[in-house]
T-cell receptor, first 111, second 112 residues
């Protein structure tokens, strides 16, 4: 299995500001993913983070709003930019090694 | 792209009964089908998975079946216990490094 940590675990932010979420995996993985989960909803893929190349974004998500970094095979960051209350959600980092594992999530509230 | 549908959205059973959750997928190239359990406020945890070269897999009280022709797969939980209460998500992917698509989730409640 893979051990994935995220920080912060939760945050309350003002609209118009940005928050960067960090994700650390305990061993090297090729692919990392970022998901968003609204309360009571399923997991929606935001983007796939590839080491050494640009992230691949899903329909409805753009790089200017959710820039992603993947500087090495164990680490990635997701930034939620120019936040609005609609960005309030849980953001989950995920990594695949044979199977897919999830971080504990970052609970974001935008006021 | 892949589309995964999951039913039912909620399921309530008595302790000791069986629970069945069903999913269908659209992309015939999908070959990996995991199931996740998510308790309130926690991360999704993998409970069982199946690959397209097998039709059924069991792990104690949990089993998953796959029908590739019909493009559907199911989770079976026998002898349910209150601690099985959670939201269960099915998912499908085309193996390797492709992304994974999730069903909408099933909220299972096991009544003591």
């Amino acid at each position: 299995s893979a051990v994935i940590s995220q920080k912060p675990s939760r945050d309350i932010c003002q609209r118009g500001t940005s928050l960067t979420i960090q994700c650390q995996v305990d061993s090297q993985v090729t692919m990392m993913f970022w998901y968003r989960q609204q309360p009571g909803q399923s997991l929606t893929l935001i983007a796939t983070a590839n080491q050494g190349s640009e992230a691949t974004y899903e329909s409805g998500f753009v790089i200017d709003k959710f820039p992603i970094s993947r500087p090495n095979l164990t680490f990635s960051t997701l930034t939620v930019s120019n936040m609005s209350p609609e960005d309030s959600s849980i953001y989950l980092c995920s990594a695949r090694r044979e199977t897919q594992y999830f971080g504990p999530g970052t609970r974001l509230l935008v006021l | 792209g892949e589309n995964v549908e999951q039913h039912p959205s909620t399921l309530s059973v008595q302790e000791g009964d069986s629970a069945v959750i069903k999913c269908t997928y659209s992309d015939s190239a999908s070959n990996y089908f995991p199931w996740y359990k998510q308790e309130l406020g926690k991360r999704p945890q993998l409970i069982i998975d199946i690959r397209s070269n097998v039709g059924e897999k069991k792990d104690q009280r949990i089993a998953v079946t796959l029908n590739k022709t019909a493009k559907h797969f199911s989770l079976h939980i026998t002898e349910t216990q209150p601690e099985d209460s959670a939201v269960y998500f099915c998912a499908a992917s085309i193996g390797g490094n492709n992304d994974m698509r999730f069903g909408a989730g099933t909220r299972l409640t096991v009544k003591p």
